[in-house]
Protein backbone atom coordinates (compact mmCIF):
# COMPACT_ATOMS: atom_id res chain seq x y z
CA UNK A 1 0.00 0.00 0.00
CA UNK A 2 1.60 3.21 -1.09
CA UNK A 3 1.89 6.27 2.31
CA UNK A 4 -1.27 8.73 0.44
CA UNK A 5 -3.48 4.82 -0.14
CA UNK A 6 -2.49 4.25 4.31
CA UNK A 7 -5.27 4.25 6.27
CA UNK A 8 -4.34 6.02 9.70
CA UNK A 9 -5.37 5.18 13.42
CA UNK A 10 -8.44 6.83 14.98
CA UNK A 11 -6.35 8.05 17.90
CA UNK A 12 -3.14 9.45 16.92
CA UNK A 13 -3.86 9.65 13.21
CA UNK A 14 -0.50 7.61 12.29
CA UNK A 15 -0.81 5.48 9.24
CA UNK A 16 -1.83 2.23 9.46
CA UNK A 17 -0.43 -0.89 7.02
CA UNK A 18 -3.27 -3.55 5.99
CA UNK A 19 -2.12 -6.24 8.17
CA UNK A 20 -2.34 -3.62 11.63
CA UNK A 21 -5.89 -2.81 10.17
CA UNK A 22 -6.81 -6.42 9.66
CA UNK A 23 -5.30 -6.93 13.59
CA UNK A 24 -7.56 -4.28 14.49
CA UNK A 25 -10.46 -5.72 13.04
CA UNK A 26 -10.15 -9.28 14.15
CA UNK A 27 -10.05 -7.44 17.68
CA UNK A 28 -12.89 -6.11 17.62
CA UNK A 29 -15.58 -7.94 20.09
CA UNK A 30 -19.20 -6.31 19.98
CA UNK A 31 -21.94 -6.93 22.45
CA UNK A 32 -24.41 -9.17 21.34
CA UNK A 33 -27.19 -6.88 20.94
CA UNK A 34 -29.37 -8.72 18.73
CA UNK A 35 -29.82 -11.36 21.41
CA UNK A 36 -30.86 -8.55 23.79
CA UNK A 37 -34.34 -8.24 24.24
CA UNK A 38 -35.58 -6.00 27.22
CA UNK A 39 -39.14 -4.95 28.10
CA UNK A 40 -38.21 -1.01 29.32
CA UNK A 41 -38.42 1.05 26.09
CA UNK A 42 -37.92 5.04 26.11
CA UNK A 43 -36.27 7.82 24.09
CA UNK A 44 -32.80 8.09 23.99
CA UNK A 45 -33.05 12.00 23.04
CA UNK A 46 -30.17 11.17 20.88
CA UNK A 47 -29.76 11.77 16.97
CA UNK A 48 -27.05 11.20 14.64
CA UNK A 49 -26.72 13.83 11.76
CA UNK A 50 -26.39 13.00 7.97
CA UNK A 51 -22.56 13.79 8.90
CA UNK A 52 -22.15 11.47 11.90
CA UNK A 53 -22.62 13.90 13.99
CA UNK A 54 -23.98 12.57 17.35
CA UNK A 55 -26.02 14.35 19.33
CA UNK A 56 -27.68 14.24 22.59
CA UNK A 57 -31.12 16.89 24.04
CA UNK A 58 -29.30 18.74 20.69
CA UNK A 59 -25.90 19.12 22.08
CA UNK A 60 -23.07 17.24 20.25
CA UNK A 61 -21.18 14.53 21.92
CA UNK A 62 -17.79 15.73 21.77
CA UNK A 63 -16.29 12.44 23.28
CA UNK A 64 -15.15 10.44 20.93
CA UNK A 65 -15.13 7.23 23.43
CA UNK A 66 -18.40 8.03 23.84
CA UNK A 67 -19.73 7.98 20.73
CA UNK A 68 -17.92 4.52 19.77
CA UNK A 69 -19.53 3.34 22.96
CA UNK A 70 -22.86 4.32 22.06
CA UNK A 71 -21.92 2.68 18.28
CA UNK A 72 -21.49 -0.34 19.88
CA UNK A 73 -24.96 -0.89 21.57
CA UNK A 74 -26.54 0.66 18.08
CA UNK A 75 -28.80 -2.07 16.34
CA UNK A 76 -31.76 -1.49 13.48
CA UNK A 77 -35.14 -2.67 14.23
CA UNK A 78 -36.87 -2.49 10.87
CA UNK A 79 -36.88 0.93 10.10
CA UNK A 80 -35.89 2.32 13.50
CA UNK A 81 -32.94 2.32 15.23
CA UNK A 82 -32.08 1.73 18.99
CA UNK A 83 -29.36 1.72 21.33
CA UNK A 84 -30.46 -1.56 23.37
CA UNK A 85 -28.58 -3.16 26.43
CA UNK A 86 -29.80 -6.15 28.08
CA UNK A 87 -32.26 -4.04 30.79
CA UNK A 88 -33.51 -1.05 28.18
CA UNK A 89 -33.57 -0.41 24.46
CA UNK A 90 -33.84 3.48 23.56
CA UNK A 91 -34.36 4.78 19.89
CA UNK A 92 -32.52 7.03 18.82
CA UNK A 93 -33.30 9.44 15.39
CA UNK A 94 -30.90 8.25 12.34
CA UNK A 95 -30.92 11.36 9.84
CA UNK A 96 -29.05 9.21 6.91
CA UNK A 97 -26.73 6.22 8.07
CA UNK A 98 -25.33 5.91 11.58
CA UNK A 99 -21.59 6.29 10.36
CA UNK A 100 -19.83 7.75 8.14
CA UNK A 101 -16.56 6.05 6.03
CA UNK A 102 -14.44 9.23 6.53
CA UNK A 103 -11.16 7.20 5.10
CA UNK A 104 -10.47 4.70 2.35
CA UNK A 105 -7.53 2.22 1.26
CA UNK A 106 -6.97 -0.07 -1.67
CA UNK A 107 -4.04 -2.86 -1.39
CA UNK A 108 -4.19 -4.90 -4.59
CA UNK A 109 -7.98 -6.54 -4.03
CA UNK A 110 -8.79 -4.92 -0.72
CA UNK A 111 -10.99 -1.92 -0.58
CA UNK A 112 -11.20 -1.25 3.20
CA UNK A 113 -12.71 2.06 5.09
CA UNK A 114 -12.15 3.81 8.73
CA UNK A 115 -15.25 5.00 9.62
CA UNK A 116 -15.55 8.28 11.89
CA UNK A 117 -16.42 6.09 14.77
CA UNK A 118 -12.62 4.40 14.41
CA UNK A 119 -13.73 1.10 13.30
CA UNK A 120 -12.49 -0.66 10.21
CA UNK A 121 -14.50 -2.40 7.34
CA UNK A 122 -13.38 -4.69 4.57
CA UNK A 123 -15.49 -4.26 1.32
CA UNK A 124 -16.93 -7.72 0.71
CA UNK A 125 -19.35 -9.99 0.78
CA UNK A 126 -20.55 -9.46 4.40
CA UNK A 127 -20.17 -5.54 4.08
CA UNK A 128 -20.90 -4.91 0.49
CA UNK A 129 -20.31 -1.51 -1.31
CA UNK A 130 -23.76 0.27 -3.25
CA UNK A 131 -25.26 3.10 -3.84
CA UNK A 132 -28.92 4.15 -2.88
CA UNK A 133 -30.46 7.09 -4.86
CA UNK A 134 -27.13 8.25 -6.06
CA UNK A 135 -25.26 8.10 -2.77
CA UNK A 136 -22.39 5.57 -1.90
CA UNK A 137 -22.69 3.07 1.33
CA UNK A 138 -20.77 0.52 2.75
CA UNK A 139 -22.97 -2.09 5.05
CA UNK A 140 -21.41 -2.14 8.51
CA UNK A 141 -22.92 -5.27 10.30
CA UNK A 142 -26.66 -6.00 10.72
CA UNK A 143 -28.81 -3.63 8.91
CA UNK A 144 -26.06 -0.45 9.85
CA UNK A 145 -24.58 1.60 6.86
CA UNK A 146 -21.88 3.65 6.36
CA UNK A 147 -22.17 6.93 4.12
CA UNK A 148 -18.84 7.71 2.09
CA UNK A 149 -18.06 10.49 2.74
CA UNK A 150 -17.22 12.84 0.02
CA UNK A 151 -13.63 12.76 0.37
CA UNK A 152 -12.64 8.75 0.04
CA UNK A 153 -16.09 8.68 -2.61
CA UNK A 154 -13.66 10.77 -4.98
CA UNK A 155 -10.63 8.77 -4.24
CA UNK A 156 -11.77 5.88 -5.39
CA UNK A 157 -13.49 7.71 -8.70
CA UNK A 158 -9.92 8.59 -9.28
CA UNK A 159 -9.05 5.26 -9.28
CA UNK A 160 -12.42 4.11 -11.40
CA UNK A 161 -11.93 2.34 -14.67
CA UNK A 162 -14.69 1.28 -17.56
CA UNK A 163 -15.13 -2.30 -18.24
CA UNK A 164 -18.02 -3.35 -20.66
CA UNK A 165 -19.67 0.27 -20.50
CA UNK A 166 -20.12 0.29 -16.29
CA UNK A 167 -17.30 2.07 -14.09
CA UNK A 168 -15.93 1.30 -11.05
CA UNK A 169 -13.56 -0.65 -8.82
CA UNK A 170 -11.77 -3.59 -10.22
CA UNK A 171 -10.78 -5.25 -6.92
CA UNK A 172 -9.08 -8.66 -7.72
CA UNK A 173 -11.61 -10.73 -9.78
CA UNK A 174 -14.45 -8.15 -8.16
CA UNK A 175 -15.57 -5.33 -10.23
CA UNK A 176 -17.89 -2.80 -8.16
CA UNK A 177 -19.98 -0.59 -9.82
CA UNK A 178 -19.20 2.81 -8.69
CA UNK A 179 -22.64 4.62 -10.59
CA UNK A 180 -26.12 3.10 -10.35
CA UNK A 181 -27.00 0.43 -12.79
CA UNK A 182 -28.86 3.52 -15.06
CA UNK A 183 -26.16 5.78 -15.54
Given amino acids: MTEDQALTAPDTGTPLSLA ?19 EH ?44 TPAEKLSIDVEDAPFQAVEAAIDGDQLVFRLNTGDFVAVGDDHPLYLRDGKPY ?35 ADFIPLVDAGG
Fill in 20 to 38: EVARLMSEEKLPPVDSWNP
Fill in 41 to 84: EADSEMRIAADGTWYHQGREIRRKRLVKLFSTILRRDGDAYVLV
Fill in 138 to 172: VRVRSGLDARIARGPWYRLAEMAVEEHGRVGLRLG
